[in-house]
């Protein structure tokens, strides 16, 4: 039975663990101390196997306990809302940590999470002892082999000892001339390596080589050895068959009674099992910390995106009972706490969302969408909201398919284009959103690829694949910049896949993005016989207000009275002061509406330009 040390000053929690012990589902012996002090009195009078420490308490913090470097595992408790400490103490070298909750949930994790905390302090130890018996290992051959040499330059008969040891020995043993042709080899050489002594008599040991280690490496080795030293390293080597294989080796020159280097001998192991042990208990560890890395950031994401809207709603909510502001100031308040109740509804919905996806409660509900009024819809829609940040939004119909239905689950395309959208308009500074849909045929049967491209902030190469996971956002380092669960593409992809299809971006940083989503096209209406050739349509529907116009005139004062005359009119104007750089801006910007150019201008004349 392993022993439990609990420290916990609280008696109601005292009592909660208490309750929990005798159910029966706790498999420690515990002891309970309610301070530091005492907890260090019985560290000191009785054997632990762990600590369970809560953070605050009444003569310090659990982090003094980790100050001491006991040789114990230590979890931590914290209070909700204190996850930022309970990933700190894990930086400090506590085990693991758990967080209270009012109805004492926690409390059935408990067992697990000691259970694997001691599992991890074990194996940590396990993997030192290993370390540390290898090193002796090591220590060990090496003052063997010098034995040897020594032996073997005192008396004839103590070559032959050795020669018979290294044949039966289940090192790899090779011995080379001083060009470094093979000249002896080992049955374990012939063993593990699959060559024949008389395939490699002669040869250089390269024969081995596998291409995955650098010319500078085996220079280091050569160098150091015709130098009078002994070389040790890892050998990534190619048996005859092709395979790979490990080979931990230590290679030294032989010297003769004068002290003249008159051949090298190599002495190694394959050790490929122990290799892919480690690279086993290291990418156990990589993703270990990635997990670590993710749950930080998205309780750091949760708690701001939860905990920002509702402060605003709480402190809006108390300003509005304060007499001392006028109507005009809490109408605005009004406003300013339904922005926050939609934001934190979001949120919610968000979490419930991938909640039910994760669960599988989600079905299909599929029915006839016409796709031209969806899009109608969403243009609509986003259009007010693209328009107050001084983007433009485009939308683009294909002119033969403009009354296509297709069946398919409306909810959940709406779900998916709504957020392909919103994240448009949020991650655009400046530029347009243009977005529509064809109808291709790449397959055998036709599918609908639906689009929304942006010229936005972009999304790093090394990131395009992560959005669309659980909590992520393009910068898991940055989480506040943009406002956001990052659940958003993760229900996208879900509902994608769900409807028998896709969804993709191709990105650059700082230039924009285009997200890609492509369903089956199942539809009870014939289809053009081309579907290769059908023109893009823009919407055309849109406001004087909404073109954009490119002014070309270099002088100061026309500037200023074209900026008072047109700036209640049009929304979108660039003012660009010579011809050269006006036709340069129109091939980077083919989607300028209205050019207004003046015909006297430096460089080039409005004729020419024009």
């Known amino acids: 039975m392993k022993h439990l040390l609990v420290i916990e000053d609280d008696k109601v929690d005292q009592m909660a663990f208490e309750r929990f012990a005798k159910t029966g589902k706790f498999p420690f012996k515990y002891m309970i101390t309610d301070s530091i002090a005492e907890a260090q009195k019985a560290l000191k009078k009785k054997k632990f196997d762990l600590v369970l420490s809560d953070y605050f308490l009444g003569d310090g913090t659990a982090f003094e306990l980790l100050a001491l470097n006991l040789d114990i595992p230590l979890v931590v408790v914290t209070g909700t809302g204190s996850e930022e400490i309970a990933v700190d103490a894990l930086k400090k070298g506590a085990y693991d940590y758990v967080i209270k909750d009012v109805e004492g949930y926690y409390l059935t994790m ?63 043993v090779a011995i080379t001339d001083l060009d470094g042709n093979i000249e002896y080899v080992n049955p ?17 040991p390269r024969i081995l080589k596998s291409g995955e280690q650098s010319e500078e490496f085996y220079k280091d080795l050569w160098e150091t050895i015709t130098g009078g030293e002994a070389w040790r390293g890892e050998f990534h ?39 892919k042990a480690e ?42 009972e304060d007499a001392d502001f006028s109507l005009e100031e809490k109408s605005e308040f009004v406003k300013n706490i339904s922005r926050s109740s939609k934001r934190l509804l979001d949120t919610v919905t968000d979490i419930i969302d991938i909640s039910k996806i994760e669960a599988g409660e989600v079905k299909l509900s599929t029915g006839k969408v016409a796709v031209k009024g969806l899009m109608e819809e969403l243009y609509d829609f986003y259009q007010h909201e693209a328009n107050k940040k001084g983007l433009s939004l485009k939308l683009e119909l294909p002119a033969r398919l403009r009354d296509i239905t297709v069946t398919t689950d409306e909810q959940k395309l709406h779900s998916i284009l709504t957020n392909l959208i919103k994240n448009a308009i949020k991650f655009t500074l400046e530029g347009e959103i243009r977005f529509g849909f064809s109808i291709i045929k790449e397959t055998e049967k036709p599918i609908v690829r639906f689009f929304v491209e942006d010229t936005g902030v972009g999304i790093p190469e090394d990131r395009q694949q992560a959005i669309f996971e659980r909590f992520v956002q393009a910068d898991i380092e940055d989480t506040r910049v943009f406002e956001g669960s990052g659940l958003g ?20 940083e700082g230039k924009g993005s285009v997200f890609t989503l492509a369903i089956p096209c199942i539809s009870d209406e014939p289809l053009p016989g081309n ?68 015909i006297k201008l430096p460089k080039m004349n409005g004729y020419k330009a024009t």
């Open 110 to 172: 408990l067992p697990v999470t000691l259970e694997n905390a001691l599992h991890r302090y074990r194996a940590e130890k396990e993997l030192k002892q290993y370390y540390n018996n290898l090193e002796q290992l090591v220590e060990k051959r090496t003052k063997a082999l010098k034995e040897e040499l020594e032996a073997r330059k005192k008396a004839e008969q103590q070559i032959i000892k050795l020669s018979t040891a290294i044949q039966q020995s289940p090192a790899i």
């Open 188 to 204: 374990a050489f012939e063993a593990i390596t699959g060559y024949q002594s008389d395939d490699v008599l002669g040869q250089n």
């Open 237 to 275: 080597n190619k048996k005859k068959n092709g395979d790979l294989y490990w080979d931990a080796a230590i290679v030294s020159p032989i010297f003769d009674q004068e002290g003249k280097i008159i051949n090298f001998v190599k002495i190694g192991e394959d050790v490929s099992k122990r290799k």
């Open 279 to 320: 690279d086993a208990l290291k990418a156990a560890l990589e993703k270990a910390q990635e997990s670590d890395r993710l749950k930080t950031a998205f309780l750091a994401n949760m708690s701001h995106e939860i905990r920002t809207p509702m402060n605003g709603i709480l402190g809006f909510t108390r300003l509005l």
């Open 489 to 508: 593409l993760a229900i996208s992809k879900a509902y994608a896949e769900m409807l028998g299809g896709s969804i993709s971006v191709q990105s650059e």
């Open 531 to 598: 579907l290769d050739n059908i023109p893009a349509e823009n919407n055309q529907n849109k406001k004087l207000s909404d073109l954009k116009l490119l002014v070309v005139e270099d002088e100061d004062i026309s500037i200023l009275y074209l900026k008072a005359i047109l700036g209640n009119t049009f929304k979108n104007i660039v003012f660009i002061k010579n011809g050269e750089d006006a036709i340069e801006y129109c091939r980077q910007h083919p989607e300028t509406d209205i050019i207004l150019m003046d």
